[in-house]
C-alpha cells in the first residue's frame, strides 16, 4: 500500500517516506521552522503526535511495522522500542540530508531511534542511533546518515518501555494469513500479493513491465539494486531476495556439486563439444540448485523465505583475459594465450550455459563475461621480479593494434548477440591507457555496442573496482566523484562489501562482510553517494532520478529474462530439476571425461605408457594425495580457486589404486612448500626405498595455492604472482632423488601455468592442469590407456625468465615478443626456441596428413573460405588427434601464423580416417593495422594443417600446407 502523508503547510511539496514518490522528486529548501517527518508508529512517543487515520507500511532492515506520521513541534523528539530483529532501512525515515533541506532554518530539527541491535561494527549493542541537527556536517563515518551516542545523552533520550512488537511481516500472499505449511507461492503467481500488478502480466513488453517494477519501489530500494542488484525480499510485492554474486567458473562455488577443472585445462582439450557439456551440467545444475534450496529455505514458523536461496547468475563465467606471462597468478583461470582457442572455449561455454535453446527468450542463467579488457597482470610482481606491484592501480598501456589483435576478439566472441551473447561483462581492478576500467566509457558503453551486445546488456564492477577508481588509481577527487564517473561511463551494478549484502538473514560470511572500518566506510559512502544525487541534496548530472531508474531497471531485467516473473509452464528451464541430477553420476562422468581429454602427454620414451595394470607402481609426491599437507587440502588442490566442492574428490592415489591389480605403494617424499635444503626432514630416503623396488615411480608435483613455497617460487593465485618459472626446489631435489634409483619415472606436472622441468630426469611425463574431482580418475584413465591422450598445451612453455620480459610491459610485438604468436625468429635465434610450443602434445600412436584442398568463397558479400584434409591413424593403436589449422597471411601482420580453427577427432582405429572441413570468414583472413583497424590484403595466404604448431620441430606428425591467393578488394 502507497504511503500517506501530512504536510505542515498546504502550499509545500508533500513528501513521502516508504513512497515510491518520495524518491523521484526533489523539493526546495523549506523556510518553516516546523518538520515534516515520518515516524515509525509501532512503539513510538511523538510529542506533539499527529497519527493518520490509515497506517501504511515500511521495511525496517528484514523487520517491516506499521507506522503512521507525524508532525513534532520544534525541538520535538522521538523515540521508540527495540525492533524485532534489529537494523533500520533508512527508507522508513528522513535521512539528515533530507531534514536539512526540509528545515534549512531550523537547528532542533532532531530525529532519535533507538536500536539495541544496531547491525554495524560503528554502534555497539546497547547504543543508540541518532539521526539529527541541520547542517550535515558532522564529521562520522556517516556523515550523512547517523551518529552515535549514549544512552541519556541530550541528543538521545532513554527509550520508553518496550512495547509488544508487531508482527515480523506483513502477509505476502493474497489471502492471508498464508496458508499454513505451504511454499510462498512465487512472485507472480496466483496467491500472490502481486498477481493482479502490470509488471506480472508476462502478455506486456518487458521493457513496460521493468518501468512498472521499478515504479513500485522506493529510493532506499532502487539504490541498493545498484548496490547489490537486491533489494531484499518485500512482502508488499512478494518480491524474494535474489543473490547475484554467485560463482560458476568451473562449477557453482558451494558444497556437493560436480566441480570441474580449472578453465585453463578445459582450454588444453581444444575441443568446443567438451566445453559444452561442461556447461551443460553446471546450468542444469543451477536451475537444481535453485528449485531445491528455494523449498529448503522455507521457515514453517514465518512461512517466509528468509534468504537468497537462487544460483542463477554466473558473475565469473567465461574469464577471457590471456595467460600472456606465465607467472601472472591467475593464469589458472584463463583458456590460455591464444585468442582465438581463449575465443571459441569462452564462446562455447557462455551460450551452452546461459541460453542453450534458441527457440525460447528465457535464460537458463546469466553469464558474466569477465574482466573488461586488459587485465593480465600482475597481481603483486614488479619488473626485478620483486613482489611490491599493486594491481588496484596497475595502468597496462596497450596499442590500439595489440588490443584489436589479441586483447578484444575473446570479449567480442562471448559478448555479441548472435554467438555467446553473455548478459554481462565485469570490469577489472586496472586501468587500461590511464583510464581504470570500471571509469572507461570505451571498455563499458563502446566496445560492447561495436560488438553488438544484447539490448539488456549491463556491466558490473569487480569487488571493490569502482571504489578504487579514487582510493586506489585517484583518477577522480573523492568516493563520489568517481562512483558517479562510473556510473555515467557505462557501469550499472556495483559489487562491494557490506551495505544490503549484509543483513543478518543472508547468510553472508566474512568474506562479503568483514567488521572492519574500511570496508564499512566503503559500503556508506557509497550510499550516500547515490542517495544525495537522487534526493536533491547534492544534484549531479551524471546520476539523476532517471538514471537511477534506468540502473535498477536494469538489476531487474535479468529477473525478467529468467522467467521469474512468468508462468513456469513456457520457459524450458523452469521445468522440476531432481536433486539426484547433483554431482549424480552422469555429471560425474562429464567430469571425467573432461579430465582426461585435459591430460598433455609432453614425453612417451619408449612408449612406456600405457602402463600395465599389473605394474609395480610407486606413487610418490606431494600431489599424490595432497590434503596430508599443510599448503594444499583434500578439496582445493585438484580445483584451484573460485571453486566448490563435491562430495568425493578423487586424489591420484584413489586413481591409481583403481585401475592397478595392486595398490601402489605411497611416499610423499616432501612437502611442496618446505625448504629446499637438500632433504631437510629426511623424507626422500622412503621414496628412493619404494621407487627402487618398484617397476615405475609416479611422481606428482606441482605448484600450490594457498601457501607459498620455502623459496618463495611456487604460489600461483589471485593476488600473488609467481616469481620463478621452475618448481619449488624442494621438488626438483625429489625428483633428482627418485631419479637415481627408480627403473622407470612418469612425471605428472600439477599446474595451470608453464612449468620448464629437466626431461632427462623422466622417461615420460604428463600436465594434469588442476584436474577438479575426478582428478584421480582421469589421470589414470590416460596412463592406463582407458582413455588415449588428446590434450595440447594452451600456453608456451618458455625454458627461462630470460626469453620473456617484465609482466608488466603490454608491448606484445617488441622482442622477445610475448606467446608463441609474437615470439619471432629473432628471438629464437638469440634466446632459443622454447621448450614447448603452443599446441604440443602427444598421444599413443601416430597420423598421417594428406588431401589439403583451399577455396575462397563469399559468405554475404564478405571474403571468406573453407579448407579440407584428411587425417589417418597410421600406428598400432587406437587414438584421437586434434587438428590444428594455422594461417600465414601476407605482408608482415603481427601475429605469426596465428591459430583459425581445431577440431579434435573422434577415436581412431589403425588404419582409420577422417575428412575434416574448416571455414575461414572474413575476420579470420583479416591483418590489424597499427591503428587498430583490420583489412583484408591481397596475395598469398599460406595455411598449415597438423597436430601442432608450424613452428615447432617436435610436432607429433608432419603437417600439410597449401596456399591460396585473395585478390584485392575482398571485402572484410
Known sequence: PRASSLSHQTNQPVIRSGDPGDTERSSPPMTSPKCHV????????????????????????????????????????????????????????????????????????????????????????????????????????????????????????????PT???????????????????????????????AGLPFCDHTKPVADRVVDLVSRLTREEKINLVQQADTGFLPRLNLKEFNFFNTCLHGWWTTNVTTFGMPVGMAATFDTAVMRQIAEVIGVESRALSQRDYVASFDPATQLHGVAVNWLVCKDAAEVNMNRHPLWGRNPETYGEDPYLTATMGEAFTKQLQ???????????????????????????????????????????????????????????????????????MCSDAAQNGVPSCASELLMTQKPKDWNASDDFFVVSDMGSYYNVYARHKYRANTSDALLTDLDAGLDILYLRGGPSCRPSRGTTA????????????????????????????????????????????????????????????????????????DGPTHRQVARDATAASVVLLKNAGQLLPLSRTAKVAAIGPYIVPGLQPSMSATNAYVHAYAGSSGRMVNFLD????????????????????????????????????????????????????????????????????????????????????????????????????????????????????????????????????????????????????????????????????????YDDSSVAKLGAPQFWFGYGLGYTRFAYKGLSLAVTAQGGQCAATASVTVSNVGA??????????????????????????????????????????????????????????????????????????????????PIAASMVVAAGCAL
Open 38 to 161: 515520518p515516524f515509525l508508529r509501532a512503539g513510538f512517543n511523538c510529542l506533539p503526535r499527529i497519527f493518520l487515520a490509515l497506517p501504511v507500511v515500511v521495511f525496517l532492515g528484514e523487520v517491516p511495522v506499521a507506522v503512521g506520521a507525524c508532525v513534532p513541534q520544534v525541538g520535538a523528539d522521538c523515540y521508540g522500542d527495540a525492533l524485532p530483529g534489529g537494523g533500520i532501512n533508512r527508507s522508513s525515515v528522513m535521512t539528515q540530508a533530507e531534514c536539512c533541506r526540509l528545515c534549512a532554518a531550523d537547528t532542533a530539527c532532531l530525529v532519535s531511534i533507538y536500536i539495541p541491535t544496531w547491525p554495524d561494527p560503528t554502534s555497539p549493542p546497547g547504543q543508540s542511533a541518532c539521526l539529527f541537527k541541520s547542517g550535515c556536517s558532522k564529521p562520522q563515518m556517516f556523515p550523512n546518515r547517523v551518529k552515535c551516542c549514549q544512552p541519556g545523552d541530550h541528543s538521545c533520550p532513554a527509550p520508553p518501555p
Open 164 to 194: 509488544t512488537p508487531p508482527p515480523a511481516y506483513p502477509c505476502p500472499c493474497s489471502t492471508c494469513p498464508c496458508p499454513a505449511g505451504k511454499v510462498l507461492p512465487r512472485t507472480c503467481d496466483v496467491g500472490s500479493t502481486a
Open 355 to 425: 541460453q542453450p535453446d534458441n527457440a525460447t527468450k528465457y535464460v537458463r542463467t546469466t553469464a558474466v563475461t569477465r574482466h573488461l579488457v586488459v587485465y593480465s597482470g600482475p597481481e603483486s610482481l614488479k619488473a626485478d621480479n620483486t613482489q611490491g606491484e599493486d594491481r588496484f592501480s596497475f595502468n597496462a598501456n596497450v596499442s590500439d593494434r595489440d588490443l584489436e589483435d589479441y586483447f578484444y576478439p575473446p570479449f567480442e566472441a562471448c559478448i555479441d548477440r548472435n554467438r555467446g551473447n553473455s548478459k554481462g561483462a
Open 511 to 582: 568474506v562479503d562482510c568483514p567488521d572492519v572500518a574500511t570496508t564499512t566506510q566503503q559500503s556508506n559512502e557509497t550510499h550516500d553517494a547515490l542517495e544525495m544525487a537522487t534526493n536533491g541534496s547534492r544534484p549531479d548530472a551524471r546520476f539523476t532520478l532517471a538514471d537511477l531508474d534506468a540502473k535498477a531497471g536494469t538489476a531487474l531485467r535479468l529477473r525478467f529474462d529468467l522467467g521469474q516473473f512468468d508462468p513456469t509452464d513456457g520457459n524450458p528451464y523452469a521445468q522440476p530439476v531432481p536433486d539426484s541430477v547433483i
Open 655 to 822: 586413481g591409481l589404486n583403481s585401475a592397478l591389480e595392486t595398490p601402489a605403494t605411497f611416499v610423499q617424499g616432501c612437502e611442496s612448500n618446505q625448504t629446499s635444503a637438500g632433504d631437510p626432514n629426511g623424507t626422500f630416503a622412503a621414496a628412493k626405498q619404494a621407487a627402487a623396488v618398484a617397476d615405475v615411480a609416479i611422481l606428482a608435483v606441482g605448484l600450490t595455492l594457498h601457501v607459498r613455497d620455502a623459496d618463495g617460487v611456487g604460489h600461483e593465485t589471485e593476488m600473488i604472482d609467481r616469481l620463478s618459472l621452475e618448481l619449488p626446489q624442494v621438488q626438483q631435489d625429489l625428483i633428482a632423488a627418485v631419479r637415481s634409483v627408480a627403473k622407470q619415472v612418469v612425471l605428472v606436472i600439477v599446474a595451470g601455468s608453464a612449468v620448464p622441468f629437466n626431461e632427462s630426469l623422466a622417461d615420460a611425463a604428463l600436465y594434469a592442469m588442476y584436474g577438479g574431482e575426478e582428478a584421480g580418475n582421469g589421470l589414470a584413465d590416460v596412463l592406463f590407456g582407458e582413455v588415449p591422450p588428446s590434450g595440447r598445451l594452451p600456453f608456451t612453455v618458455f625454458k627461462s625468465l630470460d626469453q620473456l620480459k617484465p609482466m608488466e610491459d603490454y608491448d606484445l610485438t617488441s622482442q622477445p615478443g610475448r606467446t608463441h604468436l609474437y
Open 877 to 958: 593403436t587406437a587414438g584421437r588427434e586434434v587438428v590444428q589449422l594455422y594461417l600465414k597471411r601476407p605482408g608482415a601482420p603481427s601475429a605469426l601464423w596465428p591459430l583459425r580453427g581445431y577440431q579434435r577427432t573422434a577415436v581412431l582405429a589403425p588404419g582409420a580416417g577422417s575428412t575434416l572441413v574448416f571455414g575461414l570468414t572474413a575476420h579470420d583472413l583479416s591483418t590489424v593495422r597499427a591503428d587498430g583497424t583490420r583489412v583484408i590484403l591481397a596475395g598469398n595466404y599460406t595455411v598449415q594443417i597438423g597436430g601442432g604448431n608450424p613452428r615447432d620441430p617436435r610436432a607429433p606428425a608432419t
